[in-house]
């Protein structure tokens, strides 16, 4: 469920991408509804002829959300309303026969969010898995200080005034 303060992920698939991440929940700038190749749902596994596809992190956006106020034009659209309820996949993964793979993140929209240590893992997981690479069974670890975080921010000018 998302509510106003972000996507919760309350569980995780049996995958080597979600290997030793924790449920949590973070506001980023999801994206969801997305359009998978025809015969996919999005928010179930599923093996077709051309590919495996996983949903990684799946949650449902809330009502507040679906009603689009954050697009332009405006919403909300029937589409995306009738939607409602149905989880959503906001990081996924495919594995084509001959083994390529990839993923796909709407996420990464705030740079805050690389200090959540499961956000950072199950992006670095992805990574990994995706370089045909063994994910270790507690999943990518790599700590990140505040220090980190901010050495190599360019400064932003101030905002210019709105009428």
Do not use: C
């Not at 924790?22 to 997305?34: A, L, R, S, T």
């Not at 697009?71 to 659209?77: E, R």
């Not at 309820?85 to 495919?94: D, I, L, N, T, Y």
């Not at 993140?105 to 990994?128: C, E, P």
């Amino acid at each position: 469920m998302q509510s106003d303060l972000g996507a919760k992920f309350l569980s995780l698939p049996n995958h080597p991408i979600a290997r030793g991440v924790k449920p949590y929940q973070i506001k980023d700038e999801w994206y969801f509804n997305m359009r998978f190749a025809p015969g996919l749902k999005g928010n179930e596994s599923q093996k077709t002829e051309k590919l495996r596809f996983w949903p990684i992190l799946l949650a449902a956006p809330s009502d507040k959300v679906r009603n689009g106020p954050y697009v332009y034009p405006k919403g909300p659209y029937p589409h995306i309303q009738q939607a409602k309820g149905r989880p959503e996949a906001m990081m996924w993964a495919v594995q084509h026969p001959n083994g390529a793979s990839g993923f796909g993140f709407t996420g990464g929209h705030f740079h805050d969010n690389w200090s959540n240590d499961d956000y950072r893992k199950v992006v670095l997981n992805a990574i990994v898995w995706t370089a045909g690479v063994e994910v270790p069974s507690a999943g990518v670890v790599a700590t990140v200080t505040p220090a980190d975080l901010n050495a190599n921010l360019d400064p932003k000018p101030p905002r210019k005034k709105t009428n």
